[in-house]
């Protein structure tokens, strides 16, 4: 079993910057990759970013060149760093691992983007 903790939501005006952190504990080694999902009121969950193991990303391309996600794997945390926030960023953030053939999920963060 995996646990994973996010942490760093809130609300952020126009353009502004938020950091989200996820924390995994529990049987992390098989993890192979993890990554950030949104999903915002009345519409399905999507990815946003994710990272492998080995430090490979990819990312939704709504957020191409604007979020940034990354790991610290000596603290079992990944990040996404995001600038440069719109309205349409608004939605729940959840963390997932990948440990095959499961995946597990954060309870989710609040991210909402108004003035």
């Known amino acids: 079993q995996v646990q994973l903790v996010e942490s760093g939501g809130g609300l952020v005006q126009p353009g502004g910057s938020l950091r989200l952190s996820c924390a995994a504990s529990?049987?992390?080694?098989?993890?192979?990759?993890m990554g950030w999902y949104r999903q915002a009121p009345g519409k399905q969950r999507e990815l946003v970013a994710a990272?492998?193991?080995?430090?490979?990303?990819n990312y939704a391309d709504s957020v191409k060149g604007r979020f940034t996600i990354s790991s610290v794997s000596a603290k079992n945390i990944i990040y996404l760093q995001m600038n440069s926030l719109k309205p349409e960023d608004t939605a729940v953030y959840y963390c997932?691992?990948?440990?095959?053939?499961?995946?597990?999920w954060g309870q989710g963060t609040q991210v909402t983007v108004s003035s």
């Open positions: 529990g049987s992390i080694l098989g993890i192979s990759n």
């Open positions: 990272i492998t193991r080995g430090g490979s990303t």
């Open positions: 997932k691992a990948f440990w095959y053939p499961k995946d597990f």
